[in-house]
């Protein structure tokens, strides 16, 4: 499982289980959901430090293959990867 589902999956779970505890409150649902929302926000900050790394870690790399691809791509439209020796390659 890649670590943005991993780390999605559990702010939905902190937020579900932060608003199953505030479930039993008297309060106006609204007020609940804006608490639930803010408490598991703050807690996700703690409890999935290692997952939001992981997940940081593979957007850095994501980005990084996706940066040498598009350069590679520019520097074969440049004309500047061709083998001098391949068929079809001006001389």
């Not at 499982?1 to 702010?11: D, E, F, H, I």
């Not at 779970?13 to 409150?25: E, K």
């Not at 106006?28 to 929302?37: D, E, G, Q």
Request: aromatic content about 8%; charged content about 25%; hydrophobic content about 55%.
């Amino acid at each position: 499982m890649s670590a943005a589902v991993k780390y999605t999956l559990g702010r939905i779970g902190l937020f579900v289980a932060v608003l199953a505890a505030l479930w039993l409150i008297e309060l106006n649902i609204f007020i609940k959901l804006m608490v639930a929302l803010a408490f598991s926000a703050a807690l996700s900050f703690f409890l999935l430090k290692g997952w939001r790394d992981e997940m940081a870690e593979e957007m850095a790399a994501a980005a990084e293959r996706r940066r040498a691809e598009k350069e590679r791509l520019r520097s074969a439209l440049a004309g500047e990867d061709q083998d001098p020796e391949a068929p079809g390659s001006p001389r």
